[in-house]
């Protein structure tokens, strides 16, 4: 079981340009939710989605945007990158919204120059 | 808005000794989760705690958590190198209109040396 894939792994941006980072699970999970994590930082929620169809902001949403159009997928898009959003970026789901232990997929590191 | 805080945030200690993490949280909340990341991985859970007075045991580590008091403890028994690694605290809140998402804390780096 692939469990959660996020892609790319890691990439380099130019500030200002645009980036759509995928995540995908495949265990039918209700529950999906973008976190950065940032050196003495933790981690911090960007945005979540409950169920197929809705969105939530987090801790930290501006800059992002999300979508949540089946149960599958949950990108994570940055409209036009700044320095500040250069993190290690995690998926993670669960099974209903908020409870029991979070799954979490392998990061995708991002450098905004 | 609920805070939650971990401490310390840096551990060193000899390999055979006793340690605990300690996470405080700030509102009432009786679901509380550790979990461990090793450097450059992600994030794997480790334990699930529900209920006041829950306590779980793995291994060398056992949590425990104690709700009227919004603390839960990480002890670590006997270290080893392998034990090394971030060790994180979450915790979430039951509401009518849908649980709401793990709030971390900044996460306990340990390292175990000989």
């Known amino acids: 079981t692939a469990g959660i894939t996020q892609a790319p792994t890691s990439q380099i941006l130019a500030a200002g340009r645009s980036m759509t980072l995928r995540c995908t699970q495949d265990?039918?999970?209700?529950?999906m939710y973008w976190y950065r994590q940032d050196l003495g930082l933790g981690l911090r929620l960007i945005h979540y989605s409950n169920t197929a169809g809705t969105t939530g902001k987090g801790e930290v949403p501006d800059g992002y945007s999300v979508s949540r159009a089946n149960t599958d997928d949950f990108p994570l898009t940055l409209a036009s990158a700044v320095p500040s959003q250069t993190s290690v970026y995690f998926c993670a789901s669960s099974d209903t919204g908020g409870s029991e232990k979070l799954f979490f997929g392998s990061g995708t590191q991002l450098s905004v120059l | 808005e609920l805070k939650v805080e971990q401490n310390p945030l840096f551990l060193s200690m000899q390999e055979g000794k006793n340690y605990t993490i300690y996470c405080n949280y700030s509102?009432?909340?009786?679901?509380l989760y550790w979990y461990r990341q090793d450097p450059g991985k992600s994030l794997e859970s480790l334990f699930v705690?529900?209920?006041?007075?829950a306590v779980k045991q793995e291994g060398r580590l056992m949590a425990s958590l104690d709700t009227k008091a919004r603390l839960s403890t990480l002890h670590i028994t006997a270290a080893v190198h392998d034990l090394s690694a971030t060790y994180f605290c979450a915790v979430d809140m039951v509401r009518p209109s849908g649980n709401t998402p793990l709030v971390f804390g900044k996460g306990t780096r340990l390292s175990v040396i000989a």
């Open positions: 509102t009432t909340s009786d679901r």
């Open positions: 265990m039918r999970h209700n529950a």
């Open positions: 705690l529900l209920s006041n007075g």
